[in-house]
């Protein structure tokens, strides 16, 4: 495992991406959507002007149907951007993972349902690719969710992680459905319990409403943040972002 990144702590800006259009959705809820731009691409090269050089993108579509819709789009975004990019969301097979990896240069991606229900593939990708596989924790009340956050598997958090540390994980992201989309704050005890565990760069996301949450993770020693609806909301300025780095 990589050393964590605590003295450089790496903002994503985040992307979601629904029916070809940037959005939000509160607490993971598809039926609860707000649209803020119907061109992502924009959105994307906005972000690389304010000086990101990552960026997260989740195929919202696809999370829940496993089946992709924005390849293109992603593609197009990394080829505009020249911006690294960490994408998830229905990616639950090798052939797929080769294809975003080797043929669209995709730089990280986020395996979250397959990492729970295909352990073996979970693995042969970890194997593979090591630094360029997350695992994404989603999770409500504690319990991991899959199919878009639609599905509890009823899997504790912790031995989730310490599960996957073992299969060779690196990096995971761990988000609170909860507080995802409600700018109401990170959940900083689980990042700093997950962080304490030192077993993987832990990248933590929902619930990120202004310059100070993102310090308060910064705080816990996490690897990095992603960050959502606070920038689309005026709430987070990303050209601040980086004075801290």
């Known amino acids: 495992m990589e050393e964590p990144q605590t003295q450089s702590m790496i903002i994503y800006p985040a992307i979601d991406l629904l029916d070809g259009r940037c959005v939000r959705l509160l607490q993971g809820r598809y039926n609860q959507v707000t649209v803020y731009n119907e061109d992502p691409l924009a959105v994307a090269e906005?972000?690389?002007?304010?000086?990101?050089?990552?960026?997260?993108?989740?195929?919202?579509?696809?999370?829940?149907?496993?089946?992709?819709?924005?390849?293109?789009?992603?593609?197009?975004?990394?080829?505009?951007?020249?911006?690294?990019?960490?994408?998830?969301?229905?990616?639950?097979?090798?052939?797929?993972?080769?294809?975003?990896?080797?043929?669209?240069?995709?730089?990280?991606?986020?395996?979250?349902?397959?990492?729970?229900r295909d352990r073996k593939m979970t693995r042969q990708a970890l194997d593979r690719f090591a630094d360029r596989i997350a695992i994404g924790v989603d999770a409500r009340d504690d319990r991991v969710c899959v199919d878009g956050w639609t599905t509890e598997s009823g899997l504790p958090v912790l031995s989730f992680v310490e599960t996957m540390a073992e299969a060779g994980a690196q990096h995971i992201i761990y988000t609170d459905i909860s507080r995802d989309g409600t700018l109401q704050g990170p959940p900083l005890e689980m990042i700093r319990q997950l962080v304490e565990l030192g077993i993987v760069n832990v990248v933590a996301s929902g619930g990120i409403g202004s310059h100070q949450d993102i310090e308060s993770v910064r705080q816990t020693g996490a690897a990095g943040v992603i960050v959502g609806k606070a920038i689309y909301e005026g709430k987070v300025v990303l050209e601040k972002c980086w004075q801290k780095e």
């Open 46 to 116: 906005s972000f690389q002007e304010a000086g990101a050089q990552w960026i997260h993108v989740v195929d919202l579509n696809a999370a829940k149907s496993g089946r992709s819709t924005h390849r293109k789009t992603i593609a197009a975004i990394k080829e505009r951007t020249g911006m690294r990019v960490q994408t998830g969301g229905g990616i639950r097979d090798m052939t797929t993972i080769e294809d975003l990896l080797q043929t669209d240069h995709l730089d990280r991606l986020v395996l979250g349902t397959a990492a729970v």
